[in-house]
């Protein structure tokens, strides 16, 4: 009796055994599938999606850029580039933010950004190669080109464009200035000028900079004959944009006279005027050289301050500013240049 029940259990046991190892199988694969797999979250516990997910929301996060002229835009942060001269005309650095004073519309405003760092630029250099510079002009710019190069940040980087008839990107975004000079030798002069087309590109350039100053450095007689943006266009990007254009009127001693050379210093100093920037109109090679060497040195004694107006709205409207500089004891009369307002719209400020 006892023989045949050991008998029986070992028969089932036998029997059950391949049962037993498919069902640990099925148990494994199931618990390898769970770890394979996350498990889905409830409503409550659904992420929130990420900047990275889609190429629109990175973009529409942080900073976003203008198709049309890539400026930088999403911020109410007004910012100034302001430079400061005493009455000789030398740059004066090392104030405080105490001694500066904003005003929007009138209205006093906080400053709650200031900075006085010799920091780098994103320089466009924009250099007319067209028959109204022809004989020494393109030269003697060269040539002056080359003490701005010497003088500026070490860190500054250039972008290069020449124009005639039409604009041409000759260098994107380098920090050799020798490489400037050396493109330089190798343009062809023609009749036709394009010069606010030049200027377009130089803004659109510069906004993609690496470094948040950005100037532009515009050296030419001033005329134009062959854009297809107009001098209107081209003013209102500069009120809109937060570059500085600096102009170099290249002159010879029959276009100070002429009405062409009248208007063309007329269109500097308009343009230059609008963006805080400011035109020179050397008469001989050595004011020139003087003349370059300045603008680099103005770039790196500059004060760089910030404001957010109460109540702001993108109501695309002008809104002028002024800055007040109240020098330290003992200090004569300081003289103070900045751009002078901005549209409230979602374009950089």
Same mark, same amino acid.
């Given at each position: ?15 059950? &055994? /391949?049962? $037993? ?5 099925? #148990?494994? =694969?199931?618990? @390898? ?8 979250p ?6 929130? %999606?990420? %900047?990275?997910?889609? /190429?629109?929301? +990175?973009? +529409? $996060?942080? #900073? @976003? ?9 999403? !911020? ?8 400061? !001269? ?8 090392? &104030? ?19 900075s ?6 994103? #320089?466009? #250099? ?10 020494? +002009?393109?030269?003697?710019? =060269? ?25 041409? *990107? ?22 036709q000028?394009? $010069?606010?087309d ?15 100053? =950005? ?18 266009e ?10 500085v ?5 290249? *002159? ?29 109109? %050397? ?13 680099? $040195? @103005?770039? =790196? ?26 020098p ?17 719209? /979602?374009?950089?400020?």
């Amino acid at each position: 009796m006892y023989l045949a029940k050991r008998y029986a259990t070992k028969l089932l046991l036998a029997s059950s &055994l /391949p049962l $037993l190892i498919l069902t640990v199988a099925v #148990v494994a =694969r199931s618990q @390898e599938t769970t770890q394979a797999k996350p498990a889905q979250p409830t409503a409550s516990q659904t992420p929130t %999606p990420t %900047p990275t997910q889609t /190429p629109n929301q +990175k973009q +529409k $996060l942080g #900073v @976003e850029l203008d198709d049309r002229t890539g400026i930088i835009t999403n !911020t109410d942060l007004i910012t100034l580039t302001v430079t400061v !001269t005493d009455t000789y005309g030398r740059y004066v650095s090392g &104030l405080s933010k105490s001694a500066f004073s904003v005003f929007d519309d009138k209205q006093p405003q906080e400053i709650t950004f200031f900075s006085d760092d010799d920091s780098p630029v994103s #320089v466009g #250099v924009i250099f007319d190669v067209s028959g109204s510079m022809s004989g020494d +002009k393109v030269k003697r710019a =060269r040539d002056a080109l080359s003490k701005f190069i010497q003088t500026s940040h070490d860190s500054d980087e250039y972008f290069l464009i020449a124009f005639n008839s039409r604009a041409q *990107l000759l260098l994107d975004k380098t920090r050799d200035g020798d490489s400037v000079l050396n493109k330089l030798t190798f343009v062809d002069t023609k009749s036709q000028t394009a $010069l606010y087309d030049a200027c377009y590109l130089g803004v659109e350039k510069v906004q993609r900079g690496s470094h948040p100053k =950005r100037a532009l450095l515009l050296i030419s007689d001033g005329q134009d004959n062959d854009s297809r943006y107009t001098f209107n266009e081209l003013r209102k990007l500069l009120k809109e944009s937060d570059v500085v254009l600096y102009a170099i009127g290249i *002159l010879s001693g029959n276009d100070a006279g002429s009405s062409l050379g009248m208007e063309g210093q007329g269109v500097l100093d308009e343009l230059s005027g609008v963006s805080g920037g400011k035109a020179f109109f %050397p008469h001989s090679a050595a004011e020139m050289d003087d003349i370059f060497e300045q603008i680099a $040195l @103005e770039l =790196r004694h500059q004060y760089s301050i910030g404001y957010r107006p109460e109540a702001f709205q993108n109501d695309g409207k002008w809104h002028r500013v002024k800055v007040k500089v109240q020098p330290p004891r003992g200090l004569p009369r300081l003289f103070v240049r900045f751009k002078e307002g901005y549209y409230a719209t /979602p374009g950089a400020r």
